[in-house]
Every structure is written in structure tokens, then in C-alpha cells.
């Protein structure tokens, strides 16, 4: 369940409109500077959701790197799955300053009271899978965080260009991968073309629900926190990566999905919104065992937060 904050006090109207004016004249909002505190709430809502995917999305690589299929391999999904964990450091980071300390959004997430992103709820069965969160998941990532570089809380848009960095050579590994299964043998294209299967609707979820079904969205859009719709980012989506698919012959998962010239979008079949609650729930197929090991690690790494604590008390 996820972790509702207190009823927000009312603004001060005259703040509001100054800060709504510079919002609409193009400003960024720094952390120390006054913002409406449903500003401030939807910006940790946003980054903590943000950090607690990066903290939990290293987990379905980090299962393969025992059985990664060469060294070379191995090795750079070690340092993929550093980066990931490097970048929830840095968005705890970012969070912190908007007023909610890091070991309580931590606490929040191991509770299971806290939101991570609905594609690290399911399993990575086969190496295709690993492949497919490197080029589709990191390529759906990067829209939605390519975009709010362009976001009004400068904090977060300067940590995304770094992020953002480093996503986009995570998916040049993951196309790499993806050739490599692609152009193998018939039984490396299946693998592949599973996957593919499998992934589709949580990636046709990644992007919330339609815009008229988005409660939050209209209001993060006005205040610049966010700077693209759901449906924008998903037909950015589309566009960039169904040719990937059509390019090495391999089939689109969904076979409603067209382009249309008309509208300049593709048409797609409405995924199972269903399921996408139900992941929100927390009732994903992986979720409640990614969050025991999570816990697990919690757990075992204990001695080094007492050291560090005792370390900072006696500096």
C-alpha cells in the first residue's frame, strides 16, 4: 500500500501567484526557494517513486550476472547494475531536500508502503529478458526522463542529465544484445521473441494510464514538474522502438498496432489496465520476493550504517 502523505496546509495566495508567474516564465525552482507545498509533495511523490525503481530495478539484472552468458557480458552488466543502484543514491539524495529523510523513504519501500515502477514487479526468466529491459525498459525509461531534464525543479534536471548519460549507453548495450539474439540461431530468436511477448503490456503500461485517467497529471504539467503526457511519451515510444523490432523481422507483440497516417500516432490494443492496478497494489508476480530480498540486504549491511553513524557522530 502505498504511503499517503498528510493533507498539505494552504498556500499563502500572493506566493502562489509570484511562483505561478515564474513558473510560466520559464524559471527552474531551487530546493532552498519558497513552492506551494502540493508542489513540493508532488515533486517527492515523483523523485522518491524515481529512486526507489532505481534501487529495485537493479534486482532482475542482478539475478543474471551469475549466469551471463560470456565475461565480457558478466561484466558490464556488473557495472550496469552499479550505475542503477548509484542512481538511486543520487535521487534519495535529491528527495532528502524536499523534506522527507532518505531512512524513512527507504523504510517505506522495504514496508511495501511505497510505489516502485510496475515493470520491476515481473520476472527475468531467460537471458532475451535481460536484453529486453536493457533496449525497451531503459529506452521507456529514457523518454521519461530525457523529457524532465526540461522539468521546472532544477534539482532533479540536473541529476538527470548524469542519469540520462549513463541510460543512454545502457541501451547501446542492450541493442548489442539484442542483434546478437536477433541475428543467432533459431532457438536465440526465440528466446528473444518470448521475451518480447512477455515484456509488452508492462512496457504499454510504463507510461501510466490515459491522459484523462491520470489524476495527477494536469497539475504537474502546469507547474512544469512534468513537461510530456503519458500518451505523448508513449507514442515517442513506439515510434523510436517498433522499427527496432520490424528491422531484425521479428514480430510485434500486439497485432492491433498500426501506424496511422492521419493523426501521425500509432494505433495500439489498450493493454490490460487490470493488471496494471493490480501491480499497484503490489500484487505483481515478483513482488513480494524482490522485496524480502531487498529487506535481506537491509538486513546484512546493518553494521555498515552503524558505522558510518558512529563514524559522523564522533567526527
Avoid at 222 to 233: A, C, G, P, S
Avoid at 272 to 280: A, G, K, P, S, T
Amino acid at each position: 500500500m502505498m504511503h499517503h502523505q498528510p493533507a498539505a496546509p494552504e498556500d499563502d495566495p500572493e506566493q502562489l501567484a509570484a511562483f505561478e508567474a515564474r513558473i510560466a516564465a520559464g524559471e527552474r525552482v531551487e530546493a532552498g526557494e519558497w513552492m506551494p507545498a502540493r508542489y513540493r509533495a508532488e515533486c517527492l511523490r515523483l523523485i522518491q517513486m524515481h529512486a526507489n525503481s532505481e534501487l529495485m530495478g537493479a534486482l532482475p539484472e542482478r539475478e543474471w550476472i551469475p549466469r551471463a552468458p560470456t565475461l565480457a557480458r558478466k561484466m558490464a552488466l556488473i557495472a550496469k547494475v552499479q550505475d542503477e543502484i548509484g542512481h538511486a543514491q543520487l535521487l534519495y539524495r535529491v528527495a532528502e531536500d524536499l523534506g522527507r529523510p532518505r531512512a524513512a523513504m527507504i523504510d517505506d519501500l522495504l514496508a511495501g508502503r511505497a510505489k516502485f515502477h510496475n515493470v520491476f514487479h515481473y520476472p527475468a526468466e531467460t537471458w532475451a529478458d535481460v536484453v529486453v529491459i536493457q533496449v525497451f525498459v531503459d529506452g521507456a525509461a529514457m523518454q521519461t526522463q530525457g523529457a524532465l531534464r526540461a522539468c521546472s525543479y532544477a534539482p532533479y534536471a540536473r541529476v538527470l542529465r548524469r542519469i540520462c548519460y549513463e541510460e543512454d549507453f545502457h541501451i547501446r548495450l542492450g541493442i548489442d544484445g539484442f542483434k546478437a539474439l536477433a541475428e543467432g540461431t533459431p532457438a536465440q530468436r526465440a528466446m528473444l521473441q518470448d521475451a518480447l511477448d512477455r515484456w509488452w503490456t508492462p512496457l504499454m503500461h510504463f507510461f501510466g494510464p490515459r491522459d484523462q485517467a491520470s489524476p495527477h497529471l494536469e497539475q504537474m504539467m502546469r507547474w512544469r514538474i512534468k513537461v510530456k503526457t503519458n500518451d505523448e511519451l508513449r507514442q515517442q515510444f513506439l515510434r523510436q522502438f517498433v522499427p527496432l523490432i520490424q528491422e531484425y523481422g521479428l514480430r510485434v507483440p500486439d497485432p492491433g498496432l498500426r501506424w496511422d497516417e492521419a493523426t501521425g500516432q500509432y494505433v495500439y490494443t489498450e493493454p490490460d489496465w487490470d493488471e496494471f492496478r493490480r501491480i499497484l497494489r503490489g500484487e505483481g508476480p515478483r513482488t513480494r520476493a524482490r522485496l524480502e530480498l531487498r529487506n535481506r540486504y537491509h538486513a546484512q549491511h546493518q553494521w555498515v550504517r552503524e558505522a558510518l553513524g558512529r563514524w559522523a557522530a564522533a567526527a
